[in-house]
């Protein structure tokens, strides 16, 4: 990680001076090169799941393994129904959770899409 000063402890003059610009902001040509040099001021996107991935990643508990354990077990005795109710639960609780997630997700997107992409801005003395 960078050793990044604390801005807020530095004067305004330090401030001005560690980033290589005036109370009057940046030129437009200033500001282009560091677009150019640096890349756009936000966050990455996170990397997308696929389906089977995010329903995969339901079935990774200690708890649905103790359940499918159990399912392979009265299998064996030949409990059927037993067995089939078992897995059963742990399908309903995965359809359950992909679902969830799905929503939370799309929440999340309107949220991001809601968030104001501007900011004021000095370029030449002038907002």
Same mark, same amino acid.
């Given at each position: 990680?960078?050793?990044r $000063?604390?801005?807020?402890?530095? @004067?305004?003059?330090?401030?001005?001076?560690? !980033?290589?610009?005036? $109370?009057a902001?940046? @030129?437009?040509?200033?500001?282009?090169?560091?677009?150019?040099?640096?890349?756009a001021?936000?966050?990455p996107q $996170? $990397?997308g799941r696929?389906?089977?991935?995010r329903?995969?990643?339901?079935?990774?508990? =200690? !708890? &649905?393994?103790? !359940?499918?354990?159990?399912?392979? =077990?009265?299998?064996?005795?030949?409990h059927?129904?037993?067995?089939?109710v =078992?897995? +059963?639960v742990? &399908?309903?609780?995965?359809v =359950?959770?992909l679902?969830?997630?799905?929503?939370?997700?799309?929440?999340?997107?309107? &949220?991001?899409?809601?968030?104001?992409?501007?900011? +004021?801005v000095?370029?030449?003395?002038?907002?």
């Open positions: 990680m960078e050793n $000063p604390n801005w807020h402890e530095l @004067s305004q003059d330090k401030v001005l001076s560690e !980033l290589e610009t005036t $109370p902001g940046l @030129s437009d040509d200033e500001a282009s090169a560091r677009l150019d040099i640096h890349g001021n936000r966050l $996170p $990397p696929s389906l089977l991935r329903l995969l990643s339901h079935f990774n508990n =200690i !708890l &649905i393994y103790v !359940l499918l354990g159990a399912a392979v =077990i009265t299998g064996l005795l030949q059927w129904l037993d067995m089939s =078992i897995l +059963a742990v &399908i309903v609780n995965a =359950i959770g679902v969830q997630e799905g929503k939370a997700e799309k929440a999340m997107d309107a &949220i991001r899409h809601m968030l104001a992409l501007r900011a +004021a000095l370029r030449g003395g002038q907002r």
